[in-house]
């Protein structure tokens, strides 16, 4: 399959990660693998190559990796070692798009998330460590009127929700009457937007994933202008 023929997934997609959430066992697993890789890892390898096409667009900065381990399709395997859920395996497909600076700056980026009942694109920069955090913090005040335009931008309003968590109180250094104090309280800039499981499986679904990431370029742009990142 190469990246121009992929342009959307097949329900058997969905079919398996059903199955694997009734059945999540190494077992089974094993037995089922080679549905577990023509009908999950490879199309959603096919769709990392086909955003690849249109991600410079977007940012000539993010990276669409489509090895089997280590590139954007994030592990099937799931890490039991500090979790008291041993299931083995994830029933969901994510896909995320880095930036080129490297799997340890903590960087804005783009996610798909597949799961029956729960899919959904995401964008932006989950809990930052302090330092970034800070340093957004900072240009949000210094710049409220720039930022509150990209957030109430109809472009990005219409196709994103804002989630995320915040914190009680406005953090240290800044007034507790701020006229930015819900955006200075916040620990994560995300953006989401839900869509029903078929909406993956109708014809355009790449270019609509694609527009939704297009949507969030300004808003990402911002993000990484405030911590020194190249966007």
Known sequence: MTAAAFDHFAPDLFVFLRELDQHNDRLWFEANKRRYEAE????????IRAMGERLPAISRHLVADDRKVGGSLMRIHRDVRFSKDKRPYKTNVGVHFRLDVGKDVHAPGLYLHLEPGQC???????RPERPALDLIRAAIAERPDRFRALVEDPALAERFSRDGEALKRVPRGYPADHPMADE?????????ASFPDEEATRPGFVD?????YAAASPFLGFLCGSIGVAW
């Open 184 to 192: 200075l309280k916040r620990t994560s800039h995300t953006l989401g």
């Open 208 to 212: 609509r994933v694609a527009e939704r």
């Open 40 to 47: 999950v890892r490879e199309p959603a390898r096919a769709f």
């Open 120 to 126: 959904f694109v995401g964008a932006g920069l989950w």
